[in-house]
């Protein structure tokens, strides 16, 4: 297969400089007339031929200065162009004409058909099957734009920037034409044309300028749109106000899609959705659905500077974008919580996301540094470590410089780099210098994959009152790379004494290992270290139980204080062991805490997911964490029973329902609440979760009871999950959780495998392999989000993994290799776990015709 390696950059011989786009939109026949200033670009030689990319086009004419070009020769790729105007030295024009056929067009990528409407994803090289093109990100060039198609059939005709005219053509056609004022990379170009409605306001931004903004969905939908339009307010506000950004462009537009591979696309100006992040009600979706949107929205918009004003050289630095932008949203969510204890809710579940899904990738076979230097479909790197680690290694700068020596690093960025298509250096180099800081070390974050270790010893010195701390980096060797390079690694650190007299410290470790001397400690201090998280590493730290009780109880950093329960239950869960007496009594007081935020509550009492406890161990077996795990919770369960029954009745939120981070986080607890109860005693408390299912008036409650049900057998489930799916049956996203909560159900005493509710699941007349949301919710629900079901001794949840990738490569290779990588882990596993899942990789490797999406994946795994 075919690799791209970062180091093999070369700028672009030929550039673009106007683009002229005719598209004659036709779901079977969708010609493409493209009309291109060329020019010779930075890596320009005289003589070489023009080489444009194109997939699945069928080429129809060539033209150069207006004359028709014979010298040039197709493949199934490229378009390779030759005997240009005096050598290629002299700008010419290019035209071309080429048809592509959007109802055919399964893989979602470039021109499609979703419902009867035009879509486009061109990220990251998706042009290509629109156009022959220079389909790269470092060749910026201004857009203007003409649709036309059937006015019956399509009435909308949008695309990036400003709307300049609307025509009627004959024979029932009509066209609009766009122009966007800003140079951009092909990967940022959309259409959409169809029957869709909008709902509008007009905002007025910090320099007094008038805004309009829309979100385009199709007309049943209009009345879910509310949400969606108050976060894009809130996030435009917010870049004015943090980093000095505002909005550049008169219009801006979301549209949400149902067919979508990705959770959303910041094309300039007119953003595509998954319809899974812009659709909410309070009857049809969750809080965790209405906070999903709120950042989803913030991080397509934030994308408009960082992403489209700045892009990326080339595609190694997708993280200089996407980091960057995750940090930002996180940030801004963080902000929207409304207090301080919000903002640490919105940490701790942004750590545990990492944790459950990027340090497991961090320790596998597709483990690569936040900045890839090897790819071969770049569909595949659009991971966790590139977003969420990526954003980590934003927030460390901003951790070692301070807020307002990051702002002055952002504000150098882009006087520097406004327009420019550029690299991570070029980010570290401006953090650098706005603050005089030498960073060289700083880089390895970029170069190296793999978790850092950090070990800790300490030694109290009674007579002296002295303590002293030695901290030694280490980490593990990750594919390619045998050793590493010490890391900068800013550590946040209190000694927590009965007196309270120690302040929070930022140590920087930059050696292998390195000691710190604290004098004046009246007694023998317990450590908080990695406060609030502030590095994306793995702590070795033998902390005495009693240590981490006292953190629990008490930690003023919420993260650590959360951090300590997670680590106590971790050790108890992995050792076998139930909750004792001290834990229980520490969990009792936390729950009772009448100045505590619920929300944090909820999250103390969540366990640490399966797949975390899976990276502690040298070798996994998925049944007894499982049942370790689920003891432990039912030993919680039981014990708390009184108190989770009084948390039931004192977090109910009457009145209107209102998504703010408050009412979510009562719901949240009082959910865990049911949930709990339903596991100390599940004959009891069902009625309970019955009748809340029914009376609920919003999602969050009704979804949370029902699941409640699902999970722990009771026999009223089905009932329930008959009558939601009648009452959703129209409700697309809805339907999604329907399938998502069956597939995820966890193994449950006296019931079936899930597995054979999947197989049922995927016979359902409502089940579509083709809609990524839908297979999403059954497929990977099942195979990532439920490893005690998955993982069965038999292999059999790996023989429908075989199956379930074969057929969706067929449709949607980027669908297919996300799946793919469900068994990345596979050498971590005992027998008969990992012997199974290798026979099940090498079945997959055995089909001649993967995608070459499925086919890295798979041989990473295996090689
Ligand atoms: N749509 C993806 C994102 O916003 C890729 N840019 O992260
Ligand atoms: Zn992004």
């Not at 075919?2 to 700028?11: A, D, G, I, K, M």
């Not at 030759?82 to 109802?103: A, Q, R, T, Y």
């Not at 050498?827 to 990992?834: H, N, S, T, V």
């Amino acid at each position: 297969p075919q690799s791209f390696r970062r180091l093999e950059y070369r700028p672009p011989v030929y550039t673009f400089d106007q683009v002229e786009l005719d598209i004659a939109l036709d779901p079977a026949r969708t010609i493409v007339k493209s009309r291109i200033d060329v020019l010779p670009g930075k890596g320009f030689v005289a003589g070489a031929p023009l080489v444009l990319v194109g997939q699945d086009l069928e080429f129809v004419s060539l033209r150069i200065n207006g004359d028709a070009h014979r010298h040039f020769e197709l493949t199934p790729e490229t378009l390779s162009i030759h005997s240009l105007p005096n050598e290629g030295k002299d700008p010419f024009i290019l035209e071309i004409i080429s048809i592509c056929v959007p109802e055919k067009n399964t893989t979602l990528m470039g021109l499609y058909v979703s419902n009867g409407n035009f879509f486009t994803q061109c990220e990251a090289e998706g042009f290509r099957k629109i156009t022959y093109f220079l389909d790269r990100p470092d060749v910026m060039a201004r857009y203007r734009v003409t649709l036309q198609a059937r006015e019956a059939q399509c009435p909308v005709l949008l695309s990036n920037g400003n709307l300049l005219k609307t025509e009627k053509l004959p024979n029932g056609w009509h066209s609009a034409t766009w122009e966007d004022p800003f140079p951009k990379p092909s990967y940022l170009f959309a259409l959409v044309a169809g029957k869709l409605e909008c709902i509008e306001e007009t905002i007025t931004t910090s320099s007094g300028a008038k805004k309009l903004l829309q979100i385009w969905v199709e007309p049943h939908d209009l009345k879910k749109t509310r949400h969606a339009m108050d976060s894009l307010i809130a996030s435009i506000h917010w870049d004015e106000k943090r980093f000095g950004l505002e909005l550049d462009l008169e219009r801006f537009m979301i549209v949400a899609v149902s067919d979508f591979n990705m959770g959303a696309m910041e094309n300039k100006g007119l953003n595509v959705f998954n319809t899974k992040f812009v659709l909410a009600q309070p009857e049809t979706a969750t809080d965790a659905d209405f906070a999903n949107i709120e950042s989803v929205v913030a991080h397509e918009y934030f994308h408009n500077w960082t992403g489209n004003r700045v892009t990326c050289q080339d595609w190694f630095q997708l993280s200089l974008k996407e980091g960057l932008t995750v940090f930002r949203d996180q940030e801004f969510s963080a902000d929207q919580m409304g207090s301080e204890s919000g903002r640490a809710v919105k940490r701790i579940e942004d750590v545990r996301l990492l944790r459950q899904m990027q340090f497991p990738e961090d320790a596998g076979p597709m483990a690569h540094p936040i900045r890839p230097d090897e790819y071969q479909e770049i569909n595949n790197f659009y991971t966790v470590t590139v977003y969420e680690k990526g954003s980590e290694v934003v927030r460390m700068y901003q951790t070692l410089l301070g807020r307002e020596g990051f702002r002055k690093g952002m504000d150098l960025y882009f006087k520097r780099h406004d327009g420019q298509a550029v690299t991570c250096d070029d980010f570290l180099a401006a953090m650098a210098d706005a603050n005089h800081r030498d960073l060289t070390q700083f880089k390895n974050w970029y170069s190296q994959a793999g978790t850092p270790r950090v070990k800790v010893q300490e030694h109290y010195d009674a007579t002296k009152k002295q303590y002293q701390l030695t901290l030694s980096q280490s980490c593990a060797p990750s594919p390619g790379q045998p050793d590493k390079k010490p890391f900068h690694i800013p550590l946040k650190i209190r000694l927590i004494t009965s007196g309270n007299e120690q302040v929070e410290k930022l140590l920087e470790l930059t050696e292998p290992e390195q000691s710190w001397t604290f004098d004046n400690i009246s007694e023998r201090p317990v450590l908080s270290i990695n406060r609030d998280f502030s590095a994306p590493i793995q702590l070795e730290f033998d902390q005495s139980e009693a240590d981490l009780l006292t953190l629990f109880s008490g930690d003023d950093d919420p993260f650590s204080r959360w951090e300590a329960g997670q680590k106590l239950a971790m050790q108890m869960i992995l050792g076998n062991r139930l909750p004792d007496a001290k834990l229980i009594e520490a969990y009792r007081t936390l729950l009772m805490d009448p100045q505590l935020d619920p929300a944090f509550k909820e999250l103390a009492l969540t366990l640490p997911a399966e797949t975390y406890l899976y990276e502690q161990c040298k070798s996994v077996d998925p049944q007894q964490i499982f049942t370790a795990r689920r003891a432990f919770r039912k030993e919680i369960a039981k014990q708390l029973q009184l108190e989770w029954a009084a948390l039931y009745q004192q977090n109910q939120t009457p009145g209107p329902f209102k998504p703010d981070a408050v009412s979510a986080g009562k719901r949240a607890l009082k959910n865990l609440a049911l949930s709990m109860l339903l596991e100390a005693d599940p004959k009891t408390w069902a009625p309970m979760a019955v009748n809340q299912y029914q009376t609920a008036d919003n999602m969050t409650d009704r979804y949370a009871a029902l699941s409640a049900l699902v999970i722990h057998g009771a026999k009223e489930a089905n009932e329930c999950l008959a009558d939601f799916f009648n009452r959703f049956a129209n409700d697309a996203l809805v339907i999604d959780k329907w399938f998502a909560l069956q597939s995820s159900r966890p193994p449950v005493e006296g019931l079936e495998l899930t597995l054979s509710d999947v197989k049922h699941l995927r016979e359902h007349p409502a089940f579509k392999l083709n809609n990524p949301n839908r297979a999403r919710s059954v497929i990977h629900a099942f195979c990532a989000n439920n490893p005690a079901s998955f993982h069965q001794p038999d292999g059999s949840g790996y023989a429908f993994w075989v199956e379930s990738v074969l057929a969706l490569d067929a449709i949607n290779p980027q669908v297919a290799a996300r799946l793919a990588r469900a068994l990345d882990r596979w050498r971590l596993f005992a027998e008969p776990y990992q012997s199974k899942m290798k026979a099940a990789l090498e079945q997959v490797a055995a089909c001649q015709t993967l995608s070459p999406d499925v086919r890295e994946v798979i041989g990473k795994a295996l090689g």
